[in-house]
């Protein structure tokens, strides 16, 4: 089954930092761009950020929210992406999913999401 | 604030055509295609037309997309109370240089 597994999230002071795991399997996850959106409770998506495949040498991209402040890797040997996020804010505090960019544009495939809770 | 707009909600009788709109600018819709997700609560969106009226296998025609300039709409026939759910419309914005979504539109089957 082609899908992806979030994990690491969790309660974390202003100020703290947390690494997301994305987990992917049943198909070739290393010929994939991998994108973060999150949900905040209530609210729409908001993309958090990207890293393109080794084939487009491993680039990550963000928005103005996060940059500076969140990094995205992965590992393809173990068919994982990471979500580093450091300096977080209340803001921050959402339902974080990665998902499979699909042809150009489009998330084809998308985890169950984790938690992540900025509060003191 | 979304730099693409939606409809807050929308609503139809069961049997009924509705269509949801989203409006964007030229970074964005005008040169770009646009995607659509459907959400229940408490589940991960889903894909339900990509490339701006491309269907994912799975995908029932009664669900179609459509583009024209800026704007872009989702259109449902023959309406169910299964498809009462958030919808989402998005597009790679050239400016952001990654994708924007709109702010979603709640449909409720009456």
């Known amino acids: 089954e082609v899908q992806l597994v979030e994990s690491g999230g969790g309660l974390v002071q202003p100020g703290g930092s947390l690494k997301l795991s994305c987990a992917a399997s049943?198909?070739?996850?290393?010929?994939?761009?991998i994108h973060w959106v999150r949900q905040a409770s209530g609210k729409g998506l908001e993309w958090v950020g990207r890293i393109r495949s080794k084939a487009n040498g491993y680039t990550t991209a963000f928005p103005a929210s996060v940059k500076g402040r969140f990094a995205i890797s992965r590992d393809d040997s173990k068919n994982t992406a990471y979500l580093q996020m450091n300096s977080l804010k209340t803001e921050d505090t959402a339902l974080y999913y990665c998902?499979?960019?699909?042809?150009?544009?489009?998330?084809?495939?998308w985890g169950q999401g984790t938690m992540v809770s900025v509060s003191s | 604030q979304s730099v693409v707009t939606q409809p807050p909600s929308a609503s139809g009788t069961p049997g009924q055509r509705v269509t949801i709109s989203c409006s964007g600018s030229?970074?964005?819709?005008?040169?770009?295609?646009v995607n659509w997700y459907r959400q229940f609560p408490g589940t991960a969106p889903k894909l339900l037309i990509y490339s701006s009226n491309q269907r994912p296998s799975g995908v029932p025609d009664r669900f179609s997309g459509s583009k024209s300039g800026t704007s872009a709409s989702l259109a449902i026939s023959g309406l169910q109370s299964e498809d009462e759910a958030d919808y989402y419309c998005s597009a790679w914005d050239d400016t952001l240089r990654g994708p924007v979504f709109g702010g979603g539109t709640k449909l409720t089957v009456l």
């Open positions: 998902t499979r960019l699909f042809g150009g544009d489009a998330f084809d495939i």
């Open positions: 030229n970074s964005n819709i005008g040169s770009n295609t």
């Open positions: 049943g198909f070739a996850f290393s010929g994939f761009a």
